[in-house]
């Protein structure tokens, strides 16, 4: 008696054939998913927080001590060295980014930076000389359109090649952090706006401006979310000009001021919706939300433990009796000319003037964010082109 008739045999054949083909798809997708990107260019987009020197080269130039760990000169960072781009960049087998702004000795052969110190999502009434950047996001993006559609048609007459190529473009990893001066400028607001309803506004022009890059070919979107803005030393009742005593719960357990910490916490979780959002939309693009404010209160929390001074210090400023000079400045307090100079080991503080990272802190982040411990989905950046619902 035969085990199994003709069709009956023919059909497990054909099962076998379909389950076989399924487990060898399986396995090239696993496969496909555990070999790192193959990045040939990064584009950044942000605040001075990843400024590698845009401001500085549009407008007045940084000035030592900034710059004076690594560089050992000002490099158009607001730190005492490299910051977390730089090291993003590096990771990824980068040089540093150069700076869009910036046109002498520049190359871009793997990338560039368009992000501005002072930079907003939303267009801001200010100009450079009250604390404002004419750098938007929108801005920075349209300047990332032209730099594209320029070097597209350059490309075919390029002898020594100094920018990507036409094919980069889509193949590259987009980073962007910003939205902690938006922030800022809502909080001063506090009880004149509605600010759930102005965090909505901002997050909804961010989502534009990422619709206008995935437009021009962008496929893998690396962005991260505002820190705690509340534990930087400048916004401590200790640094602040009025040097009032706050109220009970105004603190919380690390002396950051709560009620910007909140801020930036509503605006972090309106910002993932919206990477939601563009996930749902754009289903063959890879979006990757990283937590930096959980990334940089974990510092905070353990900043002994981690070798750092208590987080509140700034080693480059001048604070005293309520009057706080910026690193680097010049002025008469009291009758005495002071020179507020950085402190003798930078490494060892976590702020370096009070609103920008130290090198060392910006290292400690870097080295936590770039293996996505604090990413959604939980994805490394090298291999984080490989995420996405299609």
């Given at each position: 008696?035969?085990?199994?008739s003709?069709?009956m045999?023919?059909?497990?054949?054909?099962?076998?054939?379909i389950?076989?083909?399924?487990?060898?798809?399986?396995?090239?997708?696993?496969l496909?998913?555990?070999?790192?990107?193959?990045?040939?260019?990064?584009?950044?987009?942000?605040?001075?927080?990843?400024?590698?020197?845009?401001?500085?080269?549009?407008?007045y130039?940084?000035?030592?001590?900034?710059?004076e760990?690594?560089?050992?000169?000002?490099?158009?960072?607001?730190?005492?060295?490299?910051?977390?781009?730089?090291?993003?960049?590096?990771?990824?087998?980068?040089?540093?980014?150069?700076?869009?702004?910036?046109?002498?000795g520049?190359?871009f052969?793997?990338?560039?930076?368009?992000?501005?110190?002072?930079?907003?999502?939303?267009?801001?009434?200010?100009t450079?000389?009250?604390?404002g950047?004419?750098?938007?996001?929108?801005i920075?993006?349209?300047?990332?359109?032209?730099?594209k559609?320029?070097?597209?048609?350059?490309?075919?007459?390029?002898?020594?090649?100094?920018?990507?190529?036409?094919?980069?473009?889509?193949?590259?990893?987009?980073?962007?952090?910003?939205?902690?001066?938006?922030?800022?400028?809502?909080?001063?607001?506090?009880?004149?706006?509605?600010?759930?309803?102005?965090?909505?506004?901002?997050?909804?022009?961010?989502?534009?401006?990422?619709?206008?890059?995935?437009?021009?070919?962008?496929?893998?979107?690396?962005?991260?979310?505002?820190?705690?803005?509340g534990?930087?030393?400048?916004?401590?009742?200790?640094?602040n000009?009025?040097?009032?005593?706050?109220?009970?719960?105004?603190?919380?357990?690390?002396?950051?001021?709560?009620?910007?910490?909140?801020?930036?916490?509503?605006?972090?979780?309106?910002?993932?919706?919206?990477?939601?959002?563009?996930?749902?939309?754009?289903?063959?693009?890879?979006?990757?939300?990283?937590?930096?404010?959980?990334?940089?209160?974990?510092?905070?929390?353990?900043?002994?433990?981690?070798?750092f001074?208590?987080?509140?210090?700034?080693?480059?400023?001048?604070?005293?009796?309520?009057?706080?000079?910026?690193?680097?400045?010049?002025?008469?307090?009291?009758?005495?000319?002071?020179?507020?100079?950085?402190?003798?080991?930078?490494?060892?503080?976590?702020?370096?003037?009070?609103?920008?990272?130290?090198?060392?802190?910006?290292?400690?982040?870097?080295?936590?964010?770039?293996?996505?411990?604090?990413?959604?989905?939980?994805?490394?950046?090298?291999h984080?082109?490989?995420?996405?619902?299609?």
């Amino acid at each position: 008696m035969p085990l199994c008739s003709v069709k009956m045999c023919q059909l497990k054949q054909f099962v076998s054939v379909i389950l076989l083909s399924l487990f060898l798809v399986m396995q090239a997708e696993e496969l496909k998913s555990s070999q790192p990107c193959d990045f040939p260019a990064i584009f950044n987009f942000g605040d001075s927080n990843s400024d590698t020197g845009c401001m500085s080269a549009a407008f007045y130039p940084a000035i030592l001590p900034y710059g004076e760990t690594f560089f050992h000169e000002a490099a158009g960072r607001s730190s005492d060295g490299r910051l977390i781009i730089d090291f993003i960049a590096n990771h990824l087998g980068f040089p540093h980014l150069s700076a869009y702004m910036d046109s002498i000795g520049t190359s871009f052969s793997h990338g560039a930076n368009f992000a501005a110190g002072s930079s907003t999502i939303r267009r801001q009434n200010k100009t450079f000389f009250d604390g404002g950047s004419p750098f938007t996001l929108e801005i920075q993006i349209a300047q990332h359109n032209q730099f594209k559609a320029r070097t597209g048609k350059l490309d075919k007459q390029a002898n020594g090649r100094n920018f990507p190529r036409p094919e980069d473009f889509a193949k590259a990893v987009y980073t962007l952090d910003i939205g902690q001066n938006d922030i800022a400028a809502a909080l001063q607001k506090v009880g004149e706006e509605d600010s759930e309803a102005v965090i909505t506004d901002i997050v909804d022009h961010f989502g534009e401006q990422v619709k206008n890059l995935y437009n021009q070919g962008a496929r893998t979107f690396w962005i991260h979310n505002t820190g705690p803005i509340g534990c930087l030393p400048v916004a401590m009742p200790i640094h602040n000009a009025n040097n009032h005593i706050p109220v009970a719960g105004y603190l919380d357990q690390n002396g950051c001021v709560k009620v910007q910490n909140d801020m930036a916490k509503e605006f972090n979780k309106k910002l993932k919706d919206i990477v939601v959002k563009l996930r749902t939309l754009f289903p063959d693009a890879s979006f990757i939300y990283v937590d930096m404010f959980s990334a940089k209160y974990e510092l905070i929390s353990n900043a002994k433990k981690e070798g750092f001074v208590d987080p509140s210090k700034i080693c480059c400023g001048h604070h005293e009796d309520g009057n706080h000079l910026y690193c680097g400045n010049k002025a008469t307090i009291n009758g005495k000319e002071i020179l507020a100079s950085s402190c003798d080991d930078p490494s060892s503080y976590m702020s370096w003037d009070g609103v920008h990272y130290t090198e060392a802190a910006d290292m400690w982040i870097a080295n936590r964010i770039v293996n996505g411990s604090f990413s959604d989905p939980p994805v490394p950046i090298t291999h984080s082109c490989h995420y996405s619902l299609a």
